[in-house]
């Protein structure tokens, strides 16, 4: 089975903060994928990975930057936690458009403070 | 720009029952679409996934149909159970890659 895995299921920071979300898959996928979740928004896209070293703005990027230095982890760093930053964060990986989609990590709830 | 909307956003229906779920979309240039479920606070899981070329796919009670001229697909969940209670999202996949969703269907089972 797939196994994304991210390194927090909660989290609690202040503001300010620099803020660092981990997330790691196994299936050796090409694609890695940061969300955030918000009630009446649904999932938007942060920022996403077609390789290492690579990286695109996904729909939301302001105020975050992502890093690749491995095929297997992709991780998420909020330069200066703010409140507005509060949320689910959910991370995602995939083969590609014609592989059997993405699969999700368990999400990791974001509180600043 | 592609929207995806799901119907109804909520619904209840008693332990037993047939259901189905609405998805549609905007542009119908889809390369695939997926369905999940998902948890109280938890990540999603991947239930169904229809390529462009395929009009349905189906797991165990479960089948999903897609009609990429309407823009439309459905989630037919047969002999609902308590179980599965949880909010449903579908996604689309475009040209760019990236997944677009809906703002899900929250399901609740009732014994």
């Given at each position: 089975?797939?196994?994304?895995?991210?390194?927090s299921?909660?989290?609690?920071?202040?503001?300010?903060?620099?803020?660092?979300?981990?997330?790691?898959?196994?299936?050796?996928?090409?694609?890695?994928?940061?969300?955030?979740?918000?009630?009446?928004?649904?999932?938007?896209?942060?920022?996403?990975?077609?390789?290492?070293?690579?990286?695109?703005?996904?729909?939301?990027?302001?105020?975050?930057?992502?890093?690749?230095?491995?095929?297997?982890?992709?991780?998420?760093?909020?330069?200066?936690a703010?409140?507005?930053?509060?949320?689910?964060?959910l991370?995602?990986?995939?083969?590609?458009?014609?592989?059997p989609?993405?699969?999700?990590?368990?999400?990791?709830?974001?509180?600043?403070? | 720009?592609?929207?995806?909307?799901?119907?109804?956003?909520?619904?209840?229906?008693?332990?037993?029952?047939?259901?189905?779920?609405?998805?549609?979309?905007t542009?119908?240039?889809?390369?695939?679409?997926?369905?999940?479920?998902?948890?109280?606070?938890?990540?999603?899981?991947?239930?169904?996934?229809?390529?462009?070329?395929?009009?349905?796919?189906?797991?165990?009670?479960?089948?999903a149909?897609l009609?990429?001229?309407?823009?439309?697909?459905?989630?037919?969940?047969?002999?609902?159970?308590?179980?599965?209670?949880?909010?449903?999202?579908?996604?689309?996949?475009?040209?760019?890659?990236?997944?677009?969703?809906?703002?899900g269907?929250?399901?609740?089972?009732?014994?």
């Amino acid at each position: 089975d797939v196994k994304v895995t991210q390194s927090s299921r909660y989290l609690v920071k202040r503001t300010g903060e620099k803020v660092f979300l981990e997330c790691v898959q196994d299936m050796d996928h090409e694609n890695m994928f940061w969300y955030r979740q918000d009630p009446g928004l649904g999932l938007r896209l942060i920022y996403f990975s077609y390789d290492v070293k690579m990286k695109e703005k996904g729909d939301i990027p302001e105020g975050y930057s992502v890093s690749r230095e491995k095929k297997e982890r992709f991780s998420l760093i909020l330069e200066s936690a703010s409140t507005n930053q509060t949320s689910m964060y959910l991370c995602a990986s995939s083969f590609g458009s014609g592989g059997p989609g993405e699969f999700f990590g368990p999400g990791t709830r974001l509180t600043v403070l | 720009k592609q929207e995806v909307t799901q119907i109804p956003a909520a619904l209840s229906v008693p332990e037993g029952e047939n259901l189905v779920l609405n998805c549609s979309f905007t542009d119908s240039a889809i390369y695939n679409l997926q369905w999940f479920r998902q948890d109280p606070g938890k990540g999603l899981t991947s239930l169904l996934l229809i390529q462009s070329s395929q009009r349905e796919q189906t797991s165990g009670r479960l089948n999903a149909s897609l009609d990429k001229s309407s823009g439309r697909s459905t989630l037919y969940i047969a002999a609902s159970q308590p179980g599965d209670s949880a909010t449903y999202l579908c996604a689309v996949r475009g040209a760019t890659n990236k997944l677009i969703f809906g703002t899900g269907t929250l399901l609740a089972v009732q014994p």
